[in-house]
């Protein structure tokens, strides 16, 4: 079979699926339907339907959209029987019924951005640079029971630099996640629906990605300067990392500030040598011990803002006052007197 007869529907949300449809399409692969999710209200009353990028993309290129509510609805799983698929591309979407990823002959692979077994879950990119990692990657799987647990088919990697945030890594990962579906996509073609694949090997040590939400963006300033300088890059530009700006006056209202970028200094917050052994940076989910100056505790420099953590001050670089812009720091420092007098919290 020619990859032009091969019948695929491409199921996907936000930009980074727009990214593989986007490669099958301008190289001639036979995409004849695309689901997406409904509209998403937005605006302050929720008056106004934002269709998904994946929706927008679709429809500028002539191709057919489906936007079902429930993936068993019978109405929807009609429409998707009358494009007789033979294979189902599932980039950034959603969790599928069996009824829907066992419906096409050659079977249903997600395209995934994460060296799975490795971060499973809703926000793989996020959490790959919140906890540090030096390598990623993309995977393709067949789609089973659970999720992200299928038989893997191919996978790339990707190097994460120390001072990458989550934009720069998405956009590398889309790129690759988009080589990766075509070629999965020849694969399939190739072998005539019989690609090789191997199961997934199951261990206590793999990580979790789970979605993120507000408060999984809180800055936790009682953990060292390296894992909070990975914390805000693994959230910049968005969602974006938080903290309350709250004077040490107790009677004075907090603010928001959302955090964008940091840089390490290297230099002890203890103003001195530490008070406790060195911290593991590697530790999850724990506090460090204390060291002799608050965590959150502000000082400005040569017009550079340093906030302490547990073993070090971390410069804030960029940042963003509520109701504000973004900004770099010493921009904010010309507005902003006396940061002694206040604790990030």
């Known amino acids: 079979m020619e990859k032009k007869n091969l019948r695929i529907v491409f199921m996907g949300t936000p930009e980074f699926a727009v990214g593989s449809l986007q490669r099958l399409v301008e190289n001639g692969y ?45 109405q929807f799983l009609e429409q998707l029987r009358s494009y007789h698929a033979d294979l189902q591309v599932v980039v950034a979407f959603r969790m599928l019924p069996e009824v829907v990823w066992a419906m096409p002959r050659f079977g249903t692979f997600n395209v995934h951005a994460a060296l799975l077994p490795d971060y499973r879950g ?13 390598l990623t990657g993309v995977t393709t799987f067949f789609l089973d029971h659970d999720i992200d647990t299928g038989r893997i088919i191919a996978q790339r990697q990707f190097p994460i630099p120390d001072d990458a945030d989550v934009e720069y890594v998405y956009d590398g990962l ?34 979790a990605a789970p979605k993120i939400f507000k408060e999984t963006c809180a800055i936790d300033f009682s953990l060292t300067a390296k894992r909070i300088y990975d914390f805000v890059r693994g959230l910049s530009p968005v969602p974006g990392a938080w903290c309350l700006l709250t004077p040490r006056d107790a009677n004075a209202p907090a603010q928001v500030l959302k955090v964008y970028k940091t840089a390490k200094t ?21 506090h460090d011990q204390p060291t002799g100056v608050e965590p959150g505790t502000l000082k400005a420099e040569n017009r550079r803002l340093f906030v302490a953590t547990v073993d070090e001050w971390l410069e804030i670089v960029e940042l963003q006052p509520a109701g504000k812009k973004r900004m770099a720091a010493r921009d904010y420092l010309n ?3 006396h940061p002694e007098h206040f604790l990030l919290k």
């Open 30 to 74: 036979n995409v004849v339907a695309v689901v997406t999710q409904p509209d998403k209200p937005v605006g302050r009353h929720a008056s106004v339907l934002r269709p998904s990028p994946v929706k927008e993309y679709a429809l500028a290129h002539g191709l057919p959209v489906l936007q079902p509510v429930k993936m068993k609805d019978e």
């Open 266 to 286: 290297g230099e002890s917050s203890a103003g001195g040598a530490l008070v406790s052994s060195a911290p593991d940076h590697n530790a999850a989910n724990t």
């Open 174 to 207: 889309m790129q690759l996640g988009a080589q990766l579906c075509t070629d999965t996509v020849d694969l399939v073609l190739s072998t005539d629906g019989n690609a090789p694949s191997q199961p997934q090997q199951d261990s206590d040590a793999h990580h």
């Open 122 to 134: 809703a926000a793989p990119i996020n959490w790959a640079v919140i906890n540090g990692e030096t």
């Open 335 to 337: 507005g902003f007197q």
